[in-house]
């Protein structure tokens, strides 16, 4: 079950943070941008953007999933596999905007680090979660990023 899911969470959250604004892609047009311009009537560019487009209640539920199936691994081979992303989803949160990708990702990582702290550990250097917990308290950051933090920080 791990190997089906995985791959698909992963794709789920990659396309979500391809589509929303980040470091690497400032422009991304938002949910709701995409339906102003459909009121305009400029459908068929609109269309093709907004097959892409992964809405952000659909990345609470594939990450709390995640989670889940890391606390419910039946293997130490499942749960090695889910930690394995960990480092992905510290990049993906590391270089986003989005405050949904901040708030569900920060809880997210609160989870594996509670769940995992060793293996995480061996897969990512601490300093760079403490970066990453940095940039979160950053005034210029969402606040959405630090609703969470503290939990991940504890």
Same mark, same amino acid.
């Given at each position: 079950?791990?190997?089906?899911?995985?791959?698909?969470?992963?794709?789920?959250?990659?396309?979500?943070?391809?589509?929303?604004?980040?470091?690497?892609?400032?422009?991304?047009?938002?949910?709701?941008?995409?339906?102003?311009?459909?009121?305009?009537?400029?459908?068929?560019?609109?269309?093709?953007?907004?097959?892409?487009?992964?809405?952000?209640?659909?990345?609470?539920?594939?990450?709390?999933?995640?989670?889940?199936?890391?606390?419910?691994?039946?293997?130490?081979?499942?749960?090695?596999?889910?930690?394995?992303?960990?480092?992905? =989803?510290?990049? /993906? *949160?590391?270089?986003?905007?989005?405050?949904? !990708?901040? @708030?569900?990702?920060? +809880?997210? =990582?609160?989870? /594996? *680090?509670?769940?995992?702290?060793?293996?995480? !550990?061996? @897969?990512?250097?601490? +300093?760079?979660?403490?970066?990453?917990?940095?940039?979160?308290?950053?005034?210029?950051?969402?606040?959405?990023?630090?609703?969470?933090?503290?939990?991940?920080?504890?």
């Amino acid at each position: 079950m791990v190997q089906s899911f995985i791959p698909f969470i992963m794709q789920i959250v990659q396309q979500y943070y391809n589509n929303t604004p980040n470091a690497e892609n400032k422009s991304a047009l938002t949910l709701n941008q995409i339906q102003s311009l459909e009121l305009t009537g400029d459908r068929e560019p609109v269309q093709d953007v907004a097959e892409n487009v992964v809405d952000a209640g659909i990345l609470a539920h594939v990450l709390d999933l995640l989670c889940t199936l890391l606390k419910k691994a039946k293997s130490e081979e499942e749960r090695s596999k889910i930690i394995a992303v960990f480092p992905e =989803l510290v990049n /993906f *949160i590391e270089k986003s905007d989005d405050m949904f !990708l901040l @708030l569900n990702g920060t +809880t997210a =990582l609160k989870t /594996f *680090i509670h769940l995992a702290h060793t293996q995480i !550990l061996e @897969l990512v250097p601490p +300093t760079k979660i403490v970066s990453l917990c940095k940039r979160l308290l950053q005034p210029s950051c969402n606040e959405q990023a630090a609703v969470c933090l503290g939990n991940l920080v504890i």
